[in-house]
């Protein structure tokens, strides 16, 4: 899969660690770190693309599912050993969001500038909508639990609710791979490339290892300078959770997306795109729960009105814009507005 090259960012690497050496600014290691996860997550992307050349489709299938997120993963990890929960909830919405509305509306607008109407599989779109749908539902039922319970939850019971709801998401999610790679394989054939592998396997494993350990850093780097670099620029958590957060652990994979778009290969781009959205959901979001228990920072699968309530109607307009199978720049327009207007109204949330 080709993707963008931004390794040139990979000199903020010794960047900001020599920042973080020498100086006491937070705000420059919040950004210099911020910004060399980006050529990093790259990496980790383009490692990955080369072993499922590798492997053929439905390993590589199943390697992309696995490592799609990765680099979310461990910036997710490092906030909840941080005990940033309230960061991490909005980086996961954060995420589901950008992906659906700003990715997909991006690509959508970008490629329908280029042609004049695209066409995609409409059965898979509707496949990975039914996945979307039951993310809501995974996030509205424990929401609705807190809601209409009078007074304050247990521990006990919260805990519980969360982690029921996990163990099915991951399940299903389980479930959905099988579906897409193994059962009904031919709804989700790709037309067939002529790319082949220019890395070998030993490389493409040594990159992904190498990267995933600088993301770890940096992500430790990022995390450290939250609190003081988010003082500094008068935001509130739960907006860099929910917008800087995600932007910069997928930025490499969002620009992927778009590239596809531009080759009228918007199969790929709903993949990576609604993909992205569905392993959050199912697979990443579930994951932290039961990570953060072994770390001893517990972290439910509750989440407020407000990201409930914006998730559910990303995924409503998602589905009525991919339900006819093809796009336009219009399209892709209405997705962006419907993102900057979600935006807007974060900026001004101080707190949920």
């Known amino acids: 899969m080709p993707r963008p090259k931004l390794d040139w960012l990979l000199v903020l690497v010794p960047v900001s660690i020599a920042v973080k050496l020498f100086t006491d600014n937070e705000l420059a290691i919040f950004f210099t770190s911020a910004l060399a996860i980006v050529p990093l997550a790259g990496l980790i992307g383009r490692a990955t693309d080369q072993l499922a050349l590798h492997a053929g489709p439905r390993i590589g299938g199943l390697l992309n599912a696995t490592f799609g997120n990765v680099t979310e993963l461990v910036i997710s990890v490092f906030l909840i050993l941080n005990n940033q929960i309230e960061v991490v909830k909005a980086s996961l919405t954060g995420s589901i969001l950008g992906n659906l509305l700003l990715v997909l509306g991006l690509a959508f607008f970008v490629g329908g500038l280029r042609h004049k109407e695209q066409v995609y599989s409409e ?48 399940a299903l999610y389980a479930a959905a791979l099988i579906f897409t790679l193994v059962t009904h394989e031919h709804l989700f054939r790709t037309p067939a490339s002529e790319e082949r592998p220019v890395w070998s396997s030993r490389r493409a494993i040594l990159v992904l290892l190498v990267a995933t350990v600088f993301v770890a850093l940096e992500s430790e780097l ?69 990570i953060s228990l072994i770390v001893g920072h517990p972290m439910d699968f509750i989440f407020s009105p407000f990201e409930v309530a914006a998730v559910g109607v990303s995924t409503l307009i998602v589905a009525i814009v991919i339900r006819d199978g093809r796009s336009n720049w219009l399209e892709g327009a209405q997705l962006l507005g419907a993102y900057v207007i979600m935006a807007i109204s974060f900026f001004f949330v101080r707190s949920l």
Request: proline residues 5%.
């Open 222 to 290: 990022l995390v450290g300078s939250l609190e003081p670099a988010i003082a500094d620029l008068g935001l509130s958590k739960f907006f860099v959770g929910l917008i800087l957060v995600p932007i910069i652990g997928n930025a490499a994979e969002h620009s992927s997306a778009v590239l596809f778009a531009l080759k009228d290969r918007v199969d790929v781009t709903l993949e990576i795109a609604i993909g992205s959205s569905v392993q959050v959901a199912l697979f990443v979001a579930p994951a932290l729960v039961f």
């Open 123 to 170: 059965r898979a779109a509707s496949v990975h909508t039914s996945s979307l749908v039951l993310a809501v539902i995974g996030l509205l039922m424990p929401a609705l639990f807190v809601l209409t319970t009078s007074g304050p939850q247990p521990f006990v019971e919260r805990e519980i609710v969360s982690g029921t709801v996990a163990v099915v998401l991951i």
